[in-house]
């Protein structure tokens, strides 16, 4: 039995071992690769907001012109009379 057990925990040990080391570099691999990816997706939803905000304001200006249009043509009506 003592023999059964040794065979068993040095198959293991062959098994796990060479698992646990391609593991921890594949793992340095991909999380590298996974990080420059997030940086590259933060950087785009960075541009993104960026355009969002300037719409915003766009839309606002916009606004405030076309208000600004309204009380001129308001104001050229009263003129005209």
Not at 9 to 16: D, M, N, Y
Not at 42 to 52: C, D, G, I, S
């Amino acid at each position: 039995m003592t023999e059964a057990v040794a065979v068993a925990l040095i198959s293991g040990l062959c098994v796990a071992v060479p698992s646990v080391i391609t593991t921890m570099f594949s793992n340095n691999k991909a999380n590298t690769l996974m990080n420059y990816r997030i940086d590259e997706l933060t950087k785009k939803v960075e541009k993104h907001n960026n355009v969002v905000e300037r719409m915003a304001l766009q839309e606002r200006e916009t606004k405030a012109i076309w208000k600004r249009i309204d009380e001129i043509k308001e104001e050229l009506e009263k003129e005209s009379e």
